[in-house]
């Protein structure tokens, strides 16, 4: 059982959103999760840029001139929501990223080919997400989506986007 939601971004500047207010939305059900930073190319403040990228088997974080705030951790690292929130604190723009929210046991070996440019991890026609309580993908600064197992969750990611749309459940 599961909701995938499609939120695009919108043409006006002023109405422009990010990762902290998905993560605001999600709050209530992504605290007790475990989440993990699977892909991220992001702008933290007008520093420059971070990105998570492959090293063999692990994830390694690297950036242009840009420096994390010690309060982020390791973004590499399995973190909590309120570790994942203050990231988002410390970003201007998430413009790639997948975040996998976990109930028990970390990140399963289940997950797409990740880090390709451009890929599309939260497709409708895909299954991996759907094991997972809450994943969600920004693609490209373009649009975002997220997949939630509880129809609640789902109701508050409507409300907080009115533009949201349902693009499938399981």
Same mark, same amino acid.
């Given at each position: ?17 990010? /990762?902290?207010?998905?993560? &605001? ?13 699977? &892909? @991220? ?10 990105? @998570? ?11 242009? !001139? ?17 570790? @994942? ?6 970003? =201007?723009?998430?413009?790639?990223? @997948? ?9 399963? !070996? &289940?997950?797409? !080919?990740?880090?390709?440019? =451009?890929?599309?991890? /939260?497709?409708? &026609? ?10 969600? =993908? ?33």
């Amino acid at each position: 059982m599961g909701v995938l939601i499609h939120v695009d971004r919108l043409s006006n500047e002023t109405e422009f959103f990010d /990762l902290d207010e998905f993560l &605001d939305a999600i709050r209530p059900w992504g605290e007790p999760l475990t989440w993990s930073i699977c &892909d @991220l190319w992001a702008t933290v403040a007008e520093q420059g840029c971070v990105y @998570l990228t492959p090293s063999g088997t692990e994830r390694v974080v690297t950036g242009d !001139r840009a420096r994390l705030d010690p309060v982020c951790g390791d973004i590499a690292a399995p973190m909590s929501f309120a570790a @994942l929130a203050a990231f988002a604190a410390c970003t =201007h723009q998430v413009i790639d990223g @997948l975040f996998v929210g976990v109930e028990e046991g970390g990140l399963r !070996r &289940d997950l797409p !080919r990740l880090f390709e440019d =451009h890929i599309e991890y /939260l497709h409708p &026609d895909e299954t991996w997400f759907r094991s997972y309580p809450l994943v969600v =993908h920004a693609f490209d600064s373009t649009y975002w989506r997220v997949f939630v197992r509880d129809d609640a969750a789902a109701g508050a990611l409507r409300e907080r986007f009115p533009h949201a749309t349902e693009l499938a459940r399981w």
